[in-house]
């Protein structure tokens, strides 16, 4: 009687005889194996699986392996996200409480309410509900973002350095108040480019107010649109690059990859206000273009932001179809 292998699954036995090829066994090595003399004929049933079926149990374990940790990653960047989002709203509604809270003392007490002194308090308050306000805006986005897929845009055909000018109007004042010099410098003759204007100017504000925050008074915020000739590269179109630039704390090799995905946010020493989803946002947006955007960036040097726009006539929906 031929020795055989049994395959212990939770399926039904599967045999092999002992001149079986090695490379099935090895590839069955994450299975039990044990020796059977006394069942052979129980076992060489006909009807139960082939070896081939077990190997391919095998590969589907694994993959289901790497799926349950993909979920346990997401779920821990959730959870992370989530702690990140209710101390982001906690905070600044504390300031709003406390200056809601003397008012109301005042009033009760009939106190004479002294405007110069509420009036650094309600300027703290304004600014927390606007904090807490550009945060559920941003968690709407990207909620939005997500179920759409590919955002739905309204092109035009404009030049970048209308979105580069409207936001420096918009963000010249942030910038003031942080201590940043904000400045664009802007190549000449650069071609129109297909944009949502609306959209385009969000993820550019993005990458500038990112700037803004994470630099230094003193330091400084630049503004780049320039144009680059890529066809000569064999490329299907050239690109218009609208890149920010700023002299803040930069991050670390480890931390660059990252930069762009939901829920993440760099461990910058004391912790900024905002959960990383402006980043994951702009991601989106440029590729809703038929873009991209990228970073470049040195610890404690600063970092470069640069979004990638195709050059033509078509807009990236006609592109897609053509």
Not at 47 to 59: R, Y
Not at 100 to 115: P, Y
Request: aromatic fraction near 4%; include cysteine.
């Amino acid at each position: 009687m031929n020795e055989n292998l049994v395959l212990l699954t939770s399926s039904p036995a599967i045999v092999f005889g002992t001149d079986t090829e090695p490379n099935l066994i090895k590839a069955l090595s994450g299975y039990e194996l044990i020796e059977n003399k006394e069942l052979n004929s129980v076992l060489l049933n006909p009807n139960w699986p082939h070896i081939s079926e077990g190997v391919e149990l095998q590969k589907r374990l694994t993959e289901l392996q790497d799926k349950l940790g993909e979920l346990r990653e997401e779920g821990r960047l959730k959870a992370s996200f989530i702690n990140a989002v209710v101390h982001d709203i906690r905070s600044p509604l504390t300031v709003v409480l406390g200056v809601l809270d003397l008012m109301n003392e005042d009033i009760k007490a009939k106190r004479i309410i002294d405007e110069k002194y509420y009036h650094s308090l309600l300027t703290d308050a304004l600014r927390s509900c606007r904090e807490v306000a550009d945060l559920l805006n941003d968690m709407l986005e990207l909620s939005k973002m997500t179920k759409q897929g590919l955002l739905a845009l309204d092109f035009e055909p404009m030049s970048a350095v209308e979105i580069v000018e409207s936001v420096m109007q918009v963000a010249s004042g942030a910038a003031r108040q942080a201590g940043v010099k904000l400045s664009c410098k802007i190549q000449a003759n650069l071609p129109n480019v297909q944009l949502d204007r609306k959209q385009m100017h969000r993820a550019l504000m993005n990458l500038v107010g990112n700037a803004i925050k994470f630099t230094a008074s003193g330091g400084s915020v630049t503004i780049r649109a320039s144009f680059l000739n890529e066809k000569r590269r064999d490329a299907l179109c050239d690109y218009v690059l609208i890149a920010v630039t700023d002299t803040g704390e930069g991050l670390a090799p480890d931390e660059a990859p990252y930069v762009f995905d939901a829920y993440w946010q760099a461990q910058n020493g004391k912790r900024k206000a905002g959960t990383g989803l402006g980043l994951a946002i702009v991601k989106r947006i440029a590729v809703a273009h038929s873009g991209n955007v990228s970073v470049r960036s040195q610890k404690g040097k600063g970092s470069t932001f640069t979004i990638m726009i195709p050059v033509g006539d078509e807009t990236p929906q006609e592109m897609a179809n053509g």
